[in-house]
C-alpha cells in the first residue's frame, strides 16, 4: 500500500472514531422560546402592577435549597456500533453528567440558568479495508440552558455552551503491518498523518458532540417545564380560589443568590388599612443564614378567612367540648388542628345550654403587631331557652418565644371580650365572657412545637428547615428558616 492509501486511511479512522461520540460543540443565543401552554411573554408581566405596589406575600428561596432538587449526576454507559465514512467501528463509551441551577441578577423576570457539565470517555476500534485505530477519548462540555420564570409561567431559551474534544490514539495498524522493513514504515507514516490532522479532528468531534447534547438537554429542560407550568398553573387557580378573586399578580426576580416570588391581591386591600407598605426589616430578603423566608399581610390571610364557610356558622356548647378536646389532642400536629378548623359545617350535636353563633360577616380575622398574633372572633352566645346575646368580639393574643431545648413555645398572652359595636354597653354575656377572659389566659399552658421541620414527606430531596425567626409588626408577619444540617439535631428538638 502507497502512503497515499496509509494517510487516507488513517484520516478515515480518526474521524470516524470522533463522529461515533454522543456529542456536540459551540452554539451562541437564539430567541426566547415558550415550551408550553401557548402564552405569549409578555401576558405574565402585567402593566398595570408595578414595583412600588407592595406584595401582600412573598417569599425568597436560597438558590442552594433549590439546587438541591435539581441537582444530580448521571453515568450512562453505551455500546459503540456505528458506520461511518468507510469504517466500521466498534467500542463502548461512558458519559457522566452533572446538573445544577445558578440564579442570575435579574430584577424584572427571574432567571435561573441550568447548567450541565460532563465528561464522555470513550474507547474504539475502528476498522476499514487499509487499516484499523484504537483510540480513546475524554471529551467535556458545558452547557448552560437559560430558565426565565415572571411568576406566572416558565419560559426558556436554547440551550448554549462548548466543548473540549481530547483523542488519544492508541495503535495502529497497516496492512503492512508485520512485514518486515515495510510494515514500521507504514505505521510510523500513519501515526504521522494522524497526529499532524489531529486539530482538524477535534474540531469534526466539538461540532459532532454539541449537535447530540444540545438538542438532548433542550428537549430533556423543555419536557420538565411543560410539567412545571402545568402544575404552577393549578396551584395559582387554587390560590385565587382560596382569596376569593381571579385578579392576582404574581411577579418574580432573582439575585446572584437567591429566588423572590411575590404575589398581589388587589381585593385584600381596603382603601381605609392604609398599610401599604411593609415596617422596615420586615422584607423577605434573606439575611445571613437563612435559606427561606416569606412575609404575609394580615389582610390578605383575612381575605382568604373570608372566603371560609364560617359565616353564620351555629356550634353548640356540646360540640365546643369536642372541638376542644380534639384541638387539645393536636396540639403537636398543625395539621390535624387545621383540618378540624377547616370542616366547620360537620353534624352538629344538640346545644345541652347554649349554642354560640358565628357573626355573618368577618367572624375570625387576624391582626399581626407588636411580636404578637391577634386572632379576633365575632360571635354572640344562644341559649338554649333565652334570648340571644349581643354580638361581641373576643380577642386573643398569642406571642412566641425560643426555648432553650430548641422547642418553639407559643403562649396566650391576653384574652379579653367586648361589644362588637363600640357603640354599645356590654351585656351580661360579654360581662361574663370578659371576667372570665383573664383567668382562662392564666390557665392555658403554653404550646411547645418543635423548630425543625420535615418536609421530605412532600419531596424526598427537600432538606429539614429549622425555624430561626418569626416577627410581626404593622400588620405583617415574616417567618424564616435554616437548612438543618443534621438529622441528629431533629432528634433533640423533638419535644
Not at 404593622?474 to 441528629?488: C, D, H, N, P, V
Request: charged share 20%.
Amino acid at each position: 500500500m502507497d502512503r497515499r492509501g496509509v494517510c487516507l486511511s488513517a484520516l478515515i479512522l480518526w474521524l470516524t472514531v470522533g463522529t461515533s461520540l454522543p456529542l456536540r460543540g459551540q452554539i451562541t443565543d437564539s430567541p426566547l422560546t415558550i415550551p408550553s401552554l401557548g402564552s405569549d411573554y409578555s401576558e405574565g408581566m402585567r402593566a398595570d402592577v408595578t414595583d412600588s405596589d407592595p406584595a401582600d406575600f412573598e417569599i425568597s428561596l436560597r438558590t442552594d435549597l433549590l439546587d438541591s432538587f435539581v441537582s444530580r449526576q448521571t453515568v450512562e454507559s453505551d455500546d459503540v456500533a456505528t458506520q461511518v465514512l468507510e469504517a466500521d467501528v466498534r467500542g463502548v463509551q461512558t458519559t457522566t453528567t452533572s446538573i445544577r441551577v445558578q440564579s442570575v441578577d435579574s430584577q424584572s423576570v427571574a432567571r435561573l440558568d441550568l447548567l450541565a457539565t460532563g465528561v464522555v470517555s470513550s474507547s474504539t476500534v475502528g476498522i476499514t479495508p487499509q487499516a484499523r485505530v484504537a483510540t480513546t477519548g475524554n471529551h467535556t462540555f458545558d452547557i448552560r440552558k437559560p430558565v426565565f420564570f415572571d411568576g406566572r409561567q416558565f419560559l426558556t431559551k436554547p440551550a448554549f455552551g462548548s466543548v473540549r474534544a481530547r483523542q488519544f490514539p492508541q495503535a495502529v495498524q497497516t496492512l503492512a503491518s508485520g512485514v518486515p522493513l515495510f510494515g514500521p514504515i507504514g505505521e510510523r507514516i500513519a501515526w504521522n498523518e494522524v497526529y499532524r490532522r489531529m486539530p482538524m479532528s477535534d474540531a469534526v468531534v466539538v461540532r459532532q458532540v454539541a449537535d447530540d447534547v444540545l438538542p438532548k438537554v433542550n428537549r430533556g429542560v423543555d419536557s420538565e417545564l411543560i410539567k412545571l407550568n402545568q402544575q404552577w398553573h393549578r396551584f395559582r387557580q387554587m390560590i385565587d380560589r382560596a382569596a376569593g378573586s381571579d385578579s392576582v399578580y404574581w411577579n418574580a426576580s432573582t439575585t446572584s443568590t437567591a429566588l423572590m416570588i411575590a404575589a398581589r391581591n388587589p381585593a385584600a386591600r381596603s382603601p381605609g388599612t392604609g398599610r401599604w407598605e411593609s415596617p422596615v426589616g420586615l422584607r423577605s430578603n434573606l439575611e445571613d443564614d437563612e435559606a427561606v423566608a416569606m412575609i404575609i399581610l394580615d389582610a390578605a390571610v383575612n381575605r382568604m378567612l373570608e372566603q371560609q364557610p364560617w359565616g353564620g356558622l351555629t356550634v353548640s356548647d356540646s360540640a365546643l367540648q369536642n372541638l376542644f378536646q380534639a384541638a387539645q389532642a393536636a396540639t403537636d400536629d398543625p395539621q390535624q388542628l387545621l383540618t378540624l378548623l377547616m370542616e366547620p359545617a360537620q353534624q352538629m350535636p344538640e346545644p345541652t345550654l347554649f349554642s354560640v353563633r358565628l357573626a355573618d360577616q368577618a367572624p375570625l380575622t387576624l391582626l399581626f403587631h407588636d411580636g404578637s398574633v391577634t386572632i379576633s372572633l365575632k360571635f354572640q352566645v344562644v341559649p338554649k331557652s333565652a334570648s340571644p346575646g349581643q354580638l361581641q368580639l373576643l380577642n386573643v393574643r398569642f406571642a412566641g418565644q425560643s426555648e432553650a431545648d430548641g422547642t418553639w413555645s407559643v403562649a396566650v398572652k391576653q384574652i379579653s371580650a367586648q361589644p362588637a359595636d363600640p357603640g354599645e354597653l356590654p351585656d351580661a354575656w360579654t360581662t361574663l365572657i370578659s371576667n372570665q377572659a383573664a383567668v382562662i389566659a392564666d390557665r392555658v399552658p403554653p404550646s411547645r412545637l418543635p423548630r425543625v421541620i420535615d418536609l421530605q414527606f412532600l419531596n424526598d430531596k427537600l432538606p429539614l428547615l429549622r425555624i430561626r425567626r418569626i416577627q410581626t409588626a404593622g400588620g405583617w408577619l415574616r417567618a424564616s428558616w435554616q437548612i438543618e444540617e443534621s438529622a441528629e439535631q431533629l432528634t433533640r428538638c423533638l419535644p
